[in-house]
């Protein structure tokens, strides 16, 4: 069954450990990100964005196959299916839909706005028990060809934002989505830092944790962060065992153009990669 990430994301931030959100794209993607937290005993996010979302036909047939597979599967471990960077149109149609956790991206609102729909949303998911994440300081990356700079979020606004009642904050601390480019100037622990004293025991999230050095995510982990956000380094590990299947002309061996085979060495790749990350973050064991 979902639960929200409440619960997990508590006791990471007092075990001083992260939960890796893993998005997910597909049926490959969910299944073995599935398996490898059940295999590693660890508690895992699903993340799905808007735009997979429509990819994979709805929020409802998201919510359908996950639980199908909690099922079929036997996960036990904790499991919490979230919206990632969700509009507030989209938050509401995914409480919906049965998601168990939402994050509302207010952080392109003027602070006053962000602050108002945040409100309404909380009490929506408090009523219902879905855990939210808000964003203070946009996260950068590349957005329509353009690549923004991470930039650092306002500790005030971070508070006013936690205060209202949000299960888990978002705080740009210099981070961006996507791989990070060659001048990148690393994450901001002193922003961290003033953020995670402004804000006390709310768990806070590093979005775009793909390519950030290993030591840089266990300092942040150290200073507050407890939920950690992975998508590019899984698509760019199934990328490449699939380039390398198809390169070798294994689809043109036997069955070989088998879809369940061809997508195999892919969906291996992600789970080497989400065991690679869950042991990074310290989470394994942790269900």
């Given at each position: ?20 959100q893993?998005n997910?794209n597909?049926?490959?993607w ?8 059940q295999?590693?005993n ?26 199908g ?6 996960i ?45 949303l ?5 009523e ?13 990356g ?23 009642g ?17 001048n ?9 830092d003033a ?67 061809l ?8 789970k ?16």
């Amino acid at each position: 069954m979902l639960v929200s990430a409440k619960e997990m994301l508590t006791k990471a931030k007092a075990g001083k450990y992260a939960v890796g959100q893993f998005n997910i794209n597909n049926l490959e993607w969910t299944k073995s990100i599935l398996l490898t937290a059940q295999e590693l005993n660890s508690p895992v996010i699903l993340g799905v964005s808007e735009g997979a979302g429509k990819y994979m036909c709805g929020y409802k047939t998201i919510v359908g196959m996950v639980n199908g597979m909690l099922e079929e599967l036997n996960i036990t471990v904790p499991v919490a299916l979230h919206l990632d960077h969700g509009s507030y149109d989209g938050a509401l149609a995914c409480i919906e839909a049965g998601f168990s956790s939402v994050m509302f991206d207010g952080s392109h609102y003027p602070i006053d706005e962000n602050v108002a729909k945040t409100t309404e949303l909380v009490k929506i998911c408090e009523e219902k028990g879905i855990s939210i994440e808000a964003e203070v300081g946009s996260i950068g990356g590349e957005e329509d060809g353009v690549v923004g700079a991470g930039e650092c979020a306002d500790p005030d606004e971070c508070k006013m934002i936690a205060d209202l009642g949000v299960t888990m904050l978002a705080a740009g601390i210099g981070n961006i989505h996507g791989k990070y480019p060659e001048n990148w100037a690393g994450l901001s622990f002193e922003t961290l830092d003033a953020v995670q004293q402004k804000t006390g025991d709310m768990p806070l999230v590093l979005h775009g944790g793909t390519g950030i050095p290993a030591e840089m995510i266990q300092k942040a982990i150290s200073l507050g962060v407890s939920k950690i956000n992975v998508n590019t380094e899984c698509q760019l590990a199934f990328q490449e065992a699939t380039r390398k299947y198809i390169e070798a002309g294994k689809d043109l061996e036997g069955k070989g153009f088998d879809p369940r085979k061809l997508l195999a060495p892919g969906a291996e790749a992600i789970k080497a990669t989400v065991k690679e990350k869950m042991e990074l973050f310290g989470s394994v064991g942790k269900a």
